[in-house]
């Protein structure tokens, strides 16, 4: 059959899937969709794992970067607290320090990924001769990826500042 109505077509590429199904619709356009799915299947799996290693580099480099911020200031640490100020405002101190480098780490990762899904997508979109978007950025990833930068700041800044608190300001200001 042939059909021209929009409406029409969304519907029946609803009801009728490309795969999967008893019956299906086969167009040009169909066909080009399923194997650009397929490709993009197996490089969703690659993009997965490497994305998890990625996060795990990231997360060490943040929490590496915080912790040697605060060992380098293990000095001011104790003069601060040679001076009366509490181990909670020592805290609070690098906890800020931590979400400025975090929120623009953030910006940065969110600035790249955009660019780099949007070329793509438009990389992609050249070879089928209509505008798709297969790479998305979910809600769900975004907050998952803001969730796991406040996790490890408040993690790294909470361990090292309180250890280090925790030292007679004497021993802070010999760095022993």
């Keep these: 059959s042939?059909?021209?109505?929009?409406?029409?077509l969304e519907r029946l590429f609803t009801d009728f899937p490309i795969t999967g199904k008893k019956y299906?619709?086969?167009t040009m356009y169909s066909?080009?969709?399923?194997?650009?799915?397929?490709?993009?299947?197996?490089?969703?799996t690659f993009a997965f794992y490497a994305s998890l290693v990625f996060a795990?580099?990231?997360f060490i480099l943040l929490v590496n970067f915080i912790v040697t911020s605060i060992y380098d200031?293990?000095?001011?640490?104790?003069?601060?607290?040679?001076?009366?100020?509490r181990k909670k405002d020592v805290f609070k101190i690098f906890l800020c320090e931590g979400f400025f480098i975090g929120i623009f780490a953030l910006i940065l990762?969110?600035?790249?990924l955009f660019f780099f899904m949007n070329w793509l997508n438009a990389y992609i979109t050249e070879y089928?001769?209509?505008?798709?978007?297969?790479?998305?950025?979910?809600?769900k990833a975004r907050l998952l990826l803001?969730?796991?930068v406040i996790v490890s700041i408040l993690l790294a800044s909470f361990l090292t500042s309180f250890k280090i608190s925790k030292m007679k300001p004497v021993d802070a200001i010999n760095n022993k």
């Design 31 to 44: 066909e080009i969709i399923g194997q650009v799915s397929s490709s993009l299947k197996g490089l969703g």
């Design 56 to 58: 795990v580099f990231a």
């Design 128 to 139: 089928l001769f209509f505008e798709v978007t297969f790479i998305l950025f979910p809600i």
């Design 146 to 148: 803001i969730l796991s």
């Design 73 to 85: 200031n293990k000095k001011t640490i104790g003069i601060l607290r040679a001076l009366g100020t």
């Design 2 to 8: 042939y059909e021209d109505d929009p409406e029409v």
């Design 109 to 112: 990762t969110f600035a790249a």
């Design 24 to 26: 299906a619709i086969s």
